[in-house]
């Protein structure tokens, strides 16, 4: 039930964009995105519940396809900052009574001046 | 701005002794989650508390590990005796809303020598 998170890393160079992959093999009712740098708490960054949902703030975004099976995240014109592991957390329809998440394996993400 | 507090930050001990961490979540979140963290690994939930009572703990290794929430507030997560397998990042997270972000705080990083 572990989603399958792709790539497993990846190196840009600042300026440059990023997408990386969430998939389930079955349907979802939610996608949660987060960071977590090196020693340090995972950090929030969007939630999405709707099949064709599409969000985001500043230059990172995210979307949903309309299967509910599998999310995108996009970084764009990366800076310093985003590097870290990008996570996704996968609620299940049994478990949308609970909120209980399954993480992915993670992206591990490396801006580069 | 609110926050996640655990302690300890750090613990170091011997296999076959006890240990335990303590969790007080934002104020006000009903929902607190216990999760493990195997280094290259994404969070796995151990157990989850809505108020003082557990929602799931499936995931639990019942023979070793134990969770209270008494007052439905802070927490604490008991491990005995600690086996070598044990070692990785204990996190906590709240949250206002099943449904919604779950803030995680720092986390204790556990050693079993």
């Known amino acids: 039930q572990q989603p399958v998170q792709s790539p497993q890393a990846v190196i840009l160079r600042e300026g440059e964009d990023a997408v990386i992959n969430c998939s389930s093999s079955?349907?979802?009712?939610?996608v949660h995105w987060y960071r977590q740098k090196h020693g340090e708490a995972p950090v929030f960054l969007m939630i999405?519940?709707?099949?064709?949902e599409q969000k985001g703030h500043d230059k990172i975004s995210a979307s949903f396809n309309e299967k509910k099976q599998q999310s995108s995240l996009y970084l764009t014109a990366s800076q310093l900052s985003y590097s870290g592991t990008y996570f996704c957390?996968?609620?299940?329809?049994?478990?949308?009574?609970?909120?209980?998440?399954?993480f992915g394996q993670g992206t591990t993400l490396q801006v580069k001046p | 701005e609110a926050e996640v507090a655990q302690s300890p930050r750090y613990k170091i001990t011997e296999k076959s002794q006890a240990v335990a961490f303590w969790c007080d979540p934002i104020?006000?979140?009903?929902?607190l989650y216990w999760y493990r963290q195997i280094l290259g690994q994404g969070p796995e939930l151990l157990v989850q508390?809505?108020?003082?009572?557990?929602?799931?703990d499936s995931q639990l290794p019942k023979d070793r590990f134990s969770a209270e929430r008494l007052k439905g507030v802070d927490s604490t997560l008991k491990i005995q005796p600690a086996e070598l397998g044990d070692s990785a990042m204990y996190l906590c997270?709240?949250?206002?809303?099943?449904?919604?972000?779950?803030?995680f705080g720092p986390g204790t990083r556990l050693t079993v020598l």
């Open positions: 957390g996968t609620g299940l329809h049994g478990s949308s009574n609970t909120g209980k998440l399954i």
């Open positions: 079955k349907a979802l009712y939610s």
């Open positions: 508390f809505q108020d003082e009572s557990v929602v799931d």
């Open positions: 104020s006000g979140h009903a929902t």
């Open positions: 997270a709240s949250s206002g809303d099943i449904y919604n972000e779950q803030f």
């Open positions: 999405l519940l709707k099949g064709g």
